[in-house]
């Protein structure tokens, strides 16, 4: 498969995957509505970030291993559920903002680094992305493939999700939209939390095969 063939391939493949509700989605949106437009952006940062690990083991073949070892998997979702629901929990207990001068400075407190090594490990350490990297790179990968060619492939998947997740903040921080969530204030991030407890719990509970 020659390098368009393969950019058509992953762009409709990991377009849809990007774009279909999961932790990641979960946590911008409550980044963005919690802590504000940069937030959200450098959460989604972190994201793409996050994949690049994805992509490296998997590159180098691993992701095979991994999606065939049961106790490599089982590992990797107690620390993958166990780290959502941890987030999940913090959503829980928001509180409710007392005036929008509380709202600026809890946007400020909240830093760069730290929304971009949340996106990193939300999306670091999901246990579903090695059986899904097995499956893409399968589709596009071939032995005699050069070096740069993987590497292109991989910078495309991560700029895919960064935009997908750079579309979210953008509607998500529309002054029309972001009105209406700030009303809500806590009430979304304790529904958001629990959905991010919800999804922990079914990412640990799922069997492994």
Known sequence: MDLIQGLLLITSIHLLAAASPGPDFVLVSQQTLSHGKKAGLMCSIGIALGLSIHILYSAFGLAVIIANSSSALWAIKIVGGSYLIYLGVKGLVARPHSNNEEYRENIKKHSSGKSIGIGFLCNALNPKAPIYFVSL?????????????????????????????????ALLSKPSVNKRFKLLGHWIDRILGGAMIALGVKVIATRTN
């Open 137 to 169: 790179f399968t589709l596009v990968l071939s032995p005699d493939m050069p070096l740069y060619q993987i590497g292109i492939y991989g910078m495309w998947m991560m700029l895919i999700q960064l935009a997908w997740f750079s579309a979210v903040v």
